[in-house]
């Protein structure tokens, strides 16, 4: 599906201080929550006598583009979208080696990085653009090979799923994403149990080979949460150069189910199916497993390898 963007061009008074922004906002993200968060930003910098303006981007202008000609003396890009708008956004920060520091606001149904952050509310990104907290955080790359050959590559900052997981993002109706937001992928995961074919996977961790069989799902993750919220990886830092591996074994419908609880929680990393690691290279190869970067399915596939790609520079709220 193509993105429409919304771009707001605005410079934020801090004391005797000049804060250049560039804020990109997907309204079609979240099923037309983008537009509406983008519109509760704009009154409230608009309330607050700070100075803006808006700029509605063409169906045919990419976001790859757009930040490719962003003025260098823009000092922070804030994104309002989900997982994959914030995905794309990076993408066009490493591609086009841009050194602005990232800005997330959640405007869709996922919102992963604004949850580390600490800026899923207005109140708390206004206070992080005033104390302008920054940490370093991980890009990793994927570099895939789906079923039917198709080769991609794809920079991400949250998670790659494959498995349950990512039968589930697939599996999600679109009514429940845009009634309930990162909630509704539940829907998706509960499908995914009743659908779910463990398959063959080989596993790769800096040149170690981990495990050989067939699995559940396994969940790549550089910062602790999915789908909302949900302590997945509980042990990741995105600042560490390393990529969280949880890895469920073969599992029966009713053993997945019975652990579904203790995944809502944390508290699986015990559980006798799970392998729990960290790499700085991860490669798998699989029979044809489903797939999925940053909340965006794309279908099944034969071999994947992440690597560490970079750093970008993230505001986050510490209080």
């Given amino acids: 599906m193509k993105l429409y963007f919304w771009f707001i061009y605005t410079s934020i008074i801090v004391g005797e201080e000049m804060l ?11 099923y037309k929550r983008g537009i509406v968060v983008a519109r509760k930003i704009s009154r409230l910098l608009r309330d607050n006598g700070f100075d803006f303006k808006l700029r509605v981007i063409k169906e045919n202008e990419s976001i790859l583009d757009v930040i490719s000609e962003i003025d260098d003396s823009f000092e922070y890009l804030l994104v309002i979208g989900g997982d994959g708008t914030v995905r794309s956004a990076v993408e066009g920060l490493m591609l086009h080696k841009k050194k602005h520091k990232l800005i997330c606001f959640p405007g869709g149904t996922g919102s992963e990085l604004s949850i580390y952050a600490n800026t899923t509310t207005i109140r708390n990104l206004i206070r992080a653009l005033r104390n302008r907290n920054t940490t370093r955080i991980d890009v990793f790359l994927a570099n895939v090979t789906l079923k039917d050959g198709t080769k991609l590559n794809k920079y991400f900052v949250a998670n790659l799923q494959i498995g349950h997981f990512a039968l589930g993002v697939k599996e999600t109706p679109p009514l429940a994403k845009r009634l309930f937001y990162g909630s509704g992928y539940m829907v998706g995961i509960f499908k995914a149990i009743i659908k779910r074919r463990n398959r063959f996977a080989r596993v790769m961790g800096d040149n170690e080979e981990i495990f050989s069989g067939k699995i559940y799902a396994i969940h790549l993750g550089n910062v602790p949460t999915t789908r909302g919220g949900i302590l ?3 042990l990741a830092d995105p600042a560490d150069s390393l990529i969280d591996m949880m890895l469920a074994k073969a599992l029966s419908r009713m053993e997945a189910l019975s652990a579904l609880p ?23 190869i699989s029979e044809g497993d489903h797939l999925a970067i940053d909340g965006e399915y794309l279908g099944n596939f034969e071999k994947v390898t992440v690597t560490h790609a970079g750093k970008i520079d993230l505001l986050w709220n510490t209080s």
């Avoid at 508290?267 to 729990?276: F, G, K, M, N, R």
């Fill in 262 to 284: 203790s995944v809502l929680n944390g508290e699986h990393l015990s559980h006798p199916a799970v392998i729990y690691k960290q790499f700085h290279r991860i490669y798998i």
């Fill in 232 to 234: 997945i990886a509980p």
């Fill in 20 to 30: 250049e922004i560039y804020v990109l906002a997907n309204p079609l993200a979240g």
